[in-house]
């Protein structure tokens, strides 16, 4: 299945991740815990020392070199070079009657740490993240000790090296992997798979298939699909292909297909949202004309004689879901709207008058706020014909004025009202978006956009 929404991650987006993430690996690094060592050897096969090894204190751990790569068909890559650390404790050494203890400082250098992660989804369609190999050389420990037998600590002085380097290098793996589990993969699940829009219709954002890495970009195909709160049904229509152009200059891109947007009308069409009342209570102050059958007996003389002096009701409603098309050029529909009127009569039932079809060429403008796809709707040309008629015939060329400043002045209003509130981006926790890109593609919406991570 084509995804009806896609997120596509480039280098520069996943190195600002990379950045975000190794500050907090560098400090879970600086909280490792190391454990105590003691141990025997003998001297010149006569004498047996003891030492231990204890209150080790990890100062600092820097990562300044690193950076993450593309492992095409594979995942990502993390690569650490020349890191360094530095370690303070306490000795302790017996050896026939000498007894001697004191502190010491160890500095570690050039380690190396190479990190593959393997992405996926999950069966609720969230994403996931996991380490599938982790290494870690370290070419440098250097230890010191403060004391007074100093030919003494220069006999176990390579076996604490050793000791010290083999206990770091398993360490800083096993803090890799505990990181990517509780740090990373949590955060990732904060990426919404269902939005709830308003009280009628929800958003699904679920992956339909694990992220594909790329040589150039990191790619997430979510189904991207609007839906009915009250009923789910099936989408009578697939989701095309989208061909993205290759623009790699902002941090990530968003493609949204005509198929999110035309699920949008069907699930609110499906949900009853598409239906809009208008009585004379509802025209806003400026428009100098009211809603009851006088106004309009002068386009439809009959209603003078039939329903003399009384309010009336026009009922919009689509007969079917619109259907949106995106282009080069923009983004256009051409909705069908379903107009009928009524004459409200002294005991407040509705009398039909008659059932209008109006046809418009509708333009929109998109733009992103906050996180949220926003837009507005332009209407072009309306065309009005009959489709019934409770009060005989009349020209309906003549009403043409009357409802265009319905459509434009009333109904457009409230549509915009609710498209300028938007509909949710899927963002995880704490993603702020700048430097926005609007591009029209055939049949898709392409947004660019550079990210910043608001730290707790």
Same mark, same amino acid.
């Given at each position: 299945?084509? !995804?009806?929404?896609?997120? $596509? ?26 454990? #105590? ?44 070079? %020349? ?9 302790? +050494?017996?050896?026939? @009657? ?5 502190? =010491?400082?160890?500095?570690?250098? /050039? ?25 870690? $050389? ?18 176990? $002085? ?16 096993? %803090? ?5 589990? %509780? ?9 919404? +798979? ?9 958003? #699904? ?31 009578? @229509? ?5 061909? =993205?152009?290759? #623009?790699? /200059? ?10 999110? @947007? ?12 598409? +239906?809009?009342?208008?009585? #004379? ?14 106004? =309009?007996?002068?386009?439809? !003389? ?19 879901? !619109? ?30 008058? @008659? ?5 418009? /060429? ?5 733009? +992103? ?56 981006? !899927? ?30």
């Amino acid at each position: 299945t084509n !995804p009806g929404f896609v997120v $596509r991650i480039t280098q520069a987006g996943l190195d600002y991740a990379h950045q975000q993430g190794i500050a907090v690996l560098e400090k879970e690094l600086a909280q490792l815990k190391l454990p #105590d060592i003691s141990g025997d050897f003998r001297l010149r096969h006569v004498a047996k020392v003891h030492y231990e090894i204890s209150r080790l204190d990890l100062r600092s751990f820097h990562l300044p070199y690193s950076r993450i790569s593309l492992v095409p068909n594979v995942g990502l890559q993390v690569s650490i070079s %020349n890191a360094f650390a530095e370690v303070d404790g306490n000795w302790r +050494v017996k050896m026939y @009657f000498i007894r001697d203890h004191g502190s =010491f400082d160890l500095k570690v250098e /050039n380690i190396y740490i190479k990190i593959n992660l393997k992405l996926g989804s999950d069966a609720s369609g969230k994403p996931t993240i996991d380490t599938s190999d982790c290494s870690t $050389r370290i070419s440098k420990v250097r230890v010191h000790f403060s004391g007074k037998f100093g030919w003494l600590y220069n006999l176990f $002085r390579s076996a604490i090296e050793s000791r010290f380097r083999k206990i770091l290098e398993s360490k800083v793996c096993e %803090n890799v992997v505990s990181s990517v589990r %509780n740090e990373l993969q949590p955060y990732l699940r904060t990426l919404p +798979v269902t939005a709830r829009i308003d009280a009628m219709t929800g958003i #699904d954002y679920s992956l339909v298939a694990p992220p594909t890495a790329t040589a150039q970009s990191l790619d997430v195909d979510l189904k991207g699909e609007f839906f009915s709160l009250a009923h789910r049904s099936a989408v009578p @229509f697939p989701p095309l292909a989208l061909a =993205f152009p290759p #623009d790699h /200059n902002h941090m990530v891109y968003f493609g949204a297909s005509s198929y999110f @947007f035309n699920t949008a009308g069907f699930a609110y069409h499906a949900a009853g949202a598409l +239906v809009f009342e208008i009585t #004379d209570s509802t025209i806003p102050k400026g428009i100098d004309f009211h809603l009851n059958t006088t106004t =309009f007996s002068a386009f439809i !003389p009959q209603l003078e004689k039939m329903y003399p002096d009384m309010l009336m009701k026009l009922r919009l409603s689509a007969p079917s879901a !619109p259907f949106l098309n995106i282009g080069p050029g923009g983004l256009s529909l051409k909705p069908v709207v379903d107009i009928q009127a009524y004459a409200i009569l002294p005991n407040s039932s509705l009398a039909p008058l @008659f059932l209008l079809s109006l046809v418009s /060429n509708v333009s929109a403008v998109i733009d +992103v706020k906050s996180g949220r796809i926003v837009g507005s709707l332009k209407v072009g040309r309306m065309k009005l014909s009959l489709k019934h008629s409770d009060v005989g015939t009349f020209q309906v060329r003549t009403l043409q004025s009357i409802m265009n400043i319905f459509a434009s002045s009333i109904l457009l209003p409230r549509l915009n009202a609710r498209l300028d509130q938007g509909f949710p981006l !899927p963002l995880p926790d704490r993603i702020q978006l700048s430097n926005i890109l609007v591009r029209f593609h055939q049949n898709f919406l392409l947004l660019g956009a550079d990210v910043h991570y608001q730290p707790r």
